[in-house]
């Protein structure tokens, strides 16, 4: 049973880096039936309405305008261009909330420097408009990289949040450092098909080390955000929160859109702040299907969709 739900969710995973697959998926015309529940819609409009429905529930935003991997220094430009007008639109409408990114969007496989030229406007901006850009972090192949820009943004200009992800047995360390340097950082399990020298590769093993990291966080990070839909880690976070007289003021939590929402309402009813990240745009793929690997049950609600459309 286990075995197969592993086969299932390595599946899901290759598929997400499919090229052949991601071209065919994303010119689909039933994609919005297949991608309504994890993503805004397909333009920057969509993204904003609901920060803005969500805003006025209390709930802030990381907008993702989907994209990675991008092939050349136009597309790396155009990303560039597409975050920091979302950006903008979230300062002039004064709706809070701030972006999420990924490096490899912004050309950091064709350069570091590619990477560094069109995240660090956004950077200015975020620090301008009180917020701070949130750098996604991709496979083991970036985390480097990401690391040493997101280090080198944050003594340049502040304004700058890093992820670290607990399935992957480097992260302690990269949390240390980052915590004496002030780098905010946004905690989570880890959504890659990472190699068993790498990273945890049992589910249990993960949800110990996202523990570990999260208390660790808790106590000496700088505004740490605990991303998880785990109902036994929020309980646990929440209860170390109070046990350690952790003001809510001092982290927040963040979930994705489209997922528990009932946790979602729990954590503000207790008086938590909670981020959602919502992804909109066209290049849904990759993040769609790393939403399927990580529940297969989904391809139900998926094949539901698909039916009614
Ligand atoms: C705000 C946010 C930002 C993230 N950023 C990154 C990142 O930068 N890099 C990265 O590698 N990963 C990122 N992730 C993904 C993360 O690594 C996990 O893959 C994902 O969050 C699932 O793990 P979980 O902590 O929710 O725990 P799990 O143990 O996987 O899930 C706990 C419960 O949550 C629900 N659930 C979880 N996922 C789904 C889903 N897809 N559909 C429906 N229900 C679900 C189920 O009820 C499940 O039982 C992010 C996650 C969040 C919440």
Request: proline content about 3%.
């Amino acid at each position: 049973m286990f075995k197969g739900l592993t086969v299932l969710r390595n599946s899901f995973l290759w598929m997400s880096q499919n090229r052949s697959l991601r071209r065919w998926m994303e010119s689909s015309s039933t994609a919005h039936a297949l991608t309504s529940r994890f993503i805004a819609g397909l333009s920057l409009e969509d993204g904003i309405s609901l920060a803005k429905t969500l805003g006025d529930q209390g709930i802030q935003t990381a907008l993702d305008h989907l994209g990675e991997n991008v092939g050349t220094v136009q597309e790396a430009k155009a990303a560039g261009a597409a975050v920091l007008g979302a950006l903008s639109s979230l300062a002039q409408l004064s709706i809070g909330g701030t972006v999420a990114i990924k490096l490899t969007q912004l050309g950091l496989d064709l350069s570091m420097e590619e990477g560094i030229a069109n995240l660090e406007p956004l950077v200015m901006l975020a620090k301008q408009a009180g917020t701070r850009v949130e750098v996604d972090m991709e496979s083991s192949a970036y985390t480097d990289r990401t690391l040493q820009i997101v280090e080198a943004m944050h003594l340049k200009h502040g304004s700058i949040r890093a992820v670290i992800q607990a399935y992957l047995y480097r992260s302690e360390a990269d949390v240390h450092r980052l915590n004496q340097l002030g780098i905010p950082i946004r905690l989570c399990k880890g959504a890659y098909n990472e190699s068993a020298v790498l990273a945890m590769a049992e589910k249990s093993e993960v949800d110990k080390a996202f523990l570990r990291l999260m208390r660790i966080l808790l106590e000496d990070g700088k505004f740490p955000a605990i991303a998880t839909h785990d109902p036994a880690i929020l309980q646990q976070a929440t209860a170390f929160a109070k046990e350690i007289d952790l003001s809510p003021s001092e982290f927040e939590f963040e979930m994705l859109y489209g997922v528990r929402r009932d946790l979602q309402q729990q954590i503000r009813q207790q008086g938590f702040n909670l981020r959602l990240y919502v992804p909109y745009g066209e290049a849904w793929y990759p993040y769609f299907m790393r939403r399927l690997a990580e529940r297969p049950a989904n391809v139900w609600f998926l094949a539901r969709n698909l039916l009614r459309s």
